[in-house]
């Protein structure tokens, strides 16, 4: 029986944790770079911000709007289909105290792909909370307004049955449950 409670009481931290980032930032920052879309461009590389950051200093997340990009990329968001390509044009960097980059989320709302340092975001995010939340922070190239409903009609739009044969890779993505 102790043993058991030992046990128990060593997960404690582990279930305190969020899963991604997975630590405590102070500041959180959005960027816009990559605009002229060359390639698999990494926000941070080697440490530094990638020269082609439209701004150095990015855009301050506040609390509540750090609280909206967990919950667009953790937890269970509706299917949808991938594009094969991968050109990021946002990133959100999370800084620690000494305002060291530590996790960055880099996203690509045209192929609808995303890529995270550490690794740890798994199945579909939700884009288009993504894409408003780029738009309210007034990041150059963000989506339009109309870009939940683009979102919306590409997926049922994939999940519609094709008629007269179907594409190879497009079929039909099974609805949540």
């Given at each position: ?12 931290p ?7 980032p ?6 959180v ?24 950051a439209t ?8 609390p509540k ?23 990021p044009?946002?990133?959100f ?9 530590r996790?960055?989320?880099?996203v690509?709302f ?6 995270s ?19 309210e ?18 997926r ?6 094709q008629?007269g044969g179907?594409?190879p890779?497009?079929?039909?993505i099974?609805?949540?449950?």
């Amino acid at each position: 029986m102790n043993r058991a409670i030992l046990f128990l009481l060593a997960l404690l931290p582990l279930a305190s944790r969020a899963a991604w980032p997975g630590g405590d930032y102070p500041e959180v920052r959005a960027f816009a770079y990559n605009l002229k879309g060359d390639g698999q461009q990494a926000i941070i590389e080697n440490g530094k911000l990638s020269k082609t950051a439209t701004s150095k200093t990015g855009v301050l997340l506040t609390p509540k709007q750090v609280r909206r990009l967990i919950a667009a990329v953790t937890g269970k968001h509706p299917e949808h289909p991938h594009a094969a390509c991968f050109i990021p044009r946002h990133a959100f960097v999370f800084y620690d105290a000494a305002h060291t980059p530590r996790a960055w989320l880099e996203v690509c709302f045209e192929c609808l792909n995303n890529r995270s340092t550490p690794e740890g975001i798994s199945g579909d995010v939700d884009f288009p909370a993504l894409a408003e939340l780029c738009a309210e922070l007034g990041l150059p190239s963000s989506p339009g307004r109309d870009f939940r409903k683009g979102f919306n009609d590409f997926r049922r739009e994939m999940n519609t049955p094709q008629t007269g044969g179907s594409i190879p890779g497009l079929e039909p993505i099974p609805k949540p449950k």
